[in-house]
């Protein structure tokens, strides 16, 4: 600093400052401003802002500490250095402290970094509280404001204010419509949310490929393919760049909502494949029944050089168990560690007990449950409990049973599936235990729901519904329907049905299962050869699974049920699942 004798002044000293700040040379500017005879409000505050953009609140807050008087700037300088360091706590205590200084006004950007803080605590009191302050000291309302208070009620939980609030912006961006669209569909309001994106679609404002990547999203976690069709359609239209992570979303969408034939053509269309195409794809593959060709995609994104993570291997390890492939998917689960230097998560090992349960391997399957890094969850108990289920191993069956009561005591489906497993090996006496457990418990076995959309009219069914409209044709159909079958070779599976019950009543109580029904009216509404996509939010039962196969081929029709694991599409007499599932 001093060269020759000389001494810079303030200002020179307060450029040099700024200058080693944005370069990020903090030990000059501390020493710089160390030396300094004088300083002024913009000495301190540059040194505070430069740290405060580098997250260096420790030393930002010292000097904040030590001035000897603040502005607005010094204030929104630390407020917005802890929220975009993720320390909204601190953020709240210190907007605080500014309310009780008399020497500070608000202004739009403390207000938005405070609401912003507010956000991320989730904390509606206060943004509330702030929103009010701010209407009272009639503090402009630019887009600024208007968003930072949207966004505030949006992630507290507080939807419809948010959306008075992005009705009440002026210039929308495409910013503001995409947040509050994706509101929408993180609220579980999905239907406001694509109703909103229909507007959007009208505004004459251009989505970008973050609203694209959030409507395909909701379409995906909803199956709903028709509308991720017309936001395909779109997107099209518009020509949205291959290499964006629209086009991940778009693979992502047909795969979960079980058109893998389309999600496969947008897959060969992306120049570069990012990994979560890779293992939307591979995921897609082997929950449609399509185990080969998930496990050869996953050979040819090794071939390409793309590291797979933790969430591809479930995929992987998915196919080989929904193709009966022990000892593969054995080799897949040991590579995660030994070749690809990943760690072992808890749904790796879920999956692998899954394969090996539902392959009567038992013994292995404890082995590795002996040896896991850490606690055995849900998801493997309930796949051990399966396999048990599969194959009648009553006493691990008990074992896995036990450790779910602990871990969810309120779960129907452990009860339910305990029982059906008592009363195949006739030990009456423990089903009649675990139902009066589950009255005891106020446990409620969830009812069986599917639906299917008909002309883009969604059809609701639950088991031995009789309130649809054309209920009585959908009996009569299935009734002669249960003739062709039965000549046909099909025999109703009673095992799981009511063991305490007539043989004849266990026949008529599956016929109105819901899948059935569903399919039923699918049939009687569309014309021939129509494919038809049923849903359930339950494991679809073993009997059904029988009987859609039989009724695919009297019928001839492709029909897909997707049920709360996977999909199942039916094809002359087969299912994709080749009845491993």
Excluded at 137 to 165: H, Q, T
Excluded at 500 to 522: C, I, M, P, R, T
Aim: glycine letters at 6%; proline letters at 3%.
């Amino acid at each position: 600093m001093r060269y020759s004798g000389f001494l810079p002044g303030i200002v020179i000293s307060n450029r040099l400052l700024d200058m080693y700040a944005k370069c990020g040379s903090f030990s000059d500017a501390q020493k710089v401003f160390d030396e300094m005879s004088e300083k002024d409000l913009c000495s301190w505050n540059t040194l505070i802002s430069g740290y405060t953009k580098l997250g260096m609140l420790k030393e930002a807050k010292k000097l904040f500490d030590e001035m000897p008087e603040r502005d607005n700037f010094s204030w929104t300088a630390m407020i917005s250095g802890y929220v975009r360091f993720d320390k909204p706590k601190e953020a709240l205590e210190l907007y605080r402290m500014q309310e009780m200084s008399l020497l500070s006004k608000l202004n739009k950007f403390t207000v938005s970094s405070v609401l912003a803080a507010s956000a991320a605590m989730g904390c509606l009191i206060i943004g509330k509280e702030i929103h009010g302050r701010i209407t009272r000291a009639g503090l402009d309302f630019d887009d600024v404001v208007w968003s930072a208070l949207m966004d505030m009620y949006g992630k507290c939980g507080s939807i419809d204010e948010a959306r008075s609030v992005f009705d009440k912006l002026v210039d929308r961006d495409i910013v503001a419509w995409t947040a509050m669209i994706d509101r929408y569909f993180k609220d579980g309001r999905r239907e406001e949310g694509f109703e909103l994106f229909r507007q959007l679609m009208k505004s004459g404002i251009w989505p970008n490929e973050f609203t694209f990547a959030g409507v395909l999203n909701a379409c995906a976690a909803a199956a709903d393919e028709e509308i991720g069709k017309q936001v395909h359609g779109y997107m099209t239209r518009v020509y949205f760049n291959p290499l964006s992570f629209a086009a991940s979303a778009l693979v992502h969408m047909y795969s979960k909502c079980g058109n893998v034939e389309n999600a496969k053509r947008v897959f060969n269309g992306m120049p570069q494949p990012d990994l979560v195409s890779w293992t939307s794809l591979i995921t897609g593959y082997a929950q449609n029944g399509q185990p080969d060709e998930a496990l050869e995609y996953f050979e040819l994104l090794l071939k390409s050089n793309t590291k797979p993570d933790h969430i591809t291997f479930v995929g992987v390890l998915s196919a080989c168990t929904h193709a009966g492939l022990v000892d593969k998917g054995l080799e897949y689960f040991h590579s995660i560690k030994d070749i690809h230097g990943l760690t072992h998560t808890a749904d790796h090992y879920a999956c692998i007990i899954d394969l090996l349960a539902r392959s009567g391997r038992f013994q292995e399957a404890e082995n590795i449950i002996s040896k896991m890094p850490m606690k055995p969850d849900k998801f493997l108990w309930a796949s051990l409990l399966g396999g048990c289920r599969i194959h009648g191993n009553l006493e691990l069956a008990e074992k896995a049973a036990k450790a779910l009561f602990e871990i969810e005591p309120e779960n129907p489906a452990t009860y339910v599936t305990m029982a059906n497993i008592y009363a195949t090996a006739g030990s009456w006496d423990e089903v009649a235990k675990i139902r009066r457990s589950m009255d005891d418990k106020g446990v409620v076995k969830k009812p069986g729901l599917s639906w299917i959309e008909v002309k883009r009219e969604t059809h609701v069914f639950l088991v031995g519904d009789t309130s649809h409209p054309k209920s009585k044709e959908i009996h009569e159909f299935l009734g002669k329907l249960s003739k062709r079958m039965r000549e046909e070779g099909y025999v109703p599976d009673t095992n799981f049905v009511l063991h305490d019950v007539e043989e004849e009543q266990k026949e008529q109580n599956l016929s109105y299962h819901s899948e059935k029904l569903a399919v039923a009216f699918g049939i009687i509404s569309t014309p021939p050869g129509t494919p038809l996509k049923v849903f359930k939010n339950l494991r679809t039962c073993v009997d059904c699974h029988n009987a859609i196969k039989y009724i695919s081929k009297i019928v001839n029709r492709k029909i897909t049920v997707r049920d709360s694991s996977r999909f199942h599409c039916f094809e002359d007499g087969n299912c994709s699942c080749r009845d491993y599932w």
